[in-house]
């Protein structure tokens, strides 16, 4: 079983919606979601930690995105809104299993998911 798998990916017209989900095989404390383009690394876009449902975003998703958790199904959600063709890329999501205030590091994470295809055609 694959430790995180991203679902929910699509192609959608700007200003549409979608909602990915991240489904692990483990309870994790912190669930990151990152982006990925076709010529560029990995960047953040939003993380969520279970203790207090704490949630931090980057600057461009705020107010459009909103991630959330079930932990009856180990599932984290991000619910993308009001899409614009920059938000294209692969979304992959990543797991710890502890705060980190660098959530948003790529290179804090050891275990991703293999990521979902969201197209935004303009």
């Known amino acids: 079983q694959e430790p995180l798998l991203e679902s929910g990916g699509g192609t959608v017209q700007a200003g549409g919606s979608l909602r990915l989900s991240c489904t692990a095989s483990?309870?994790?404390?912190?669930v990151t979601w990152f982006r990925q383009g076709p010529r560029e690394g990995r960047d953040a876009i939003a993380s969520i930690y279970s203790v207090d449902d704490k949630t931090m975003y980057v600057d461009a998703v705020k107010g459009r995105f909103t991630i959330s958790r079930d932990d009856s199904r180990n599932t984290v959600y991000l619910q993308m809104n009001r899409l614009r063709p920059e938000d294209t890329g692969i979304y992959l999501c990543?797991?710890?299993?502890?705060?980190?205030?660098?959530?948003?590091?790529?290179?804090?994470?050891?275990?991703w998911g293999k990521g979902t295809q969201v197209t935004v055609s303009s």
């Open positions: 990543a797991a710890l299993s502890y705060y980190s205030a660098t959530w948003y590091r790529p290179s804090m994470y050891k275990t």
């Open positions: 483990q309870y994790h404390y912190m």
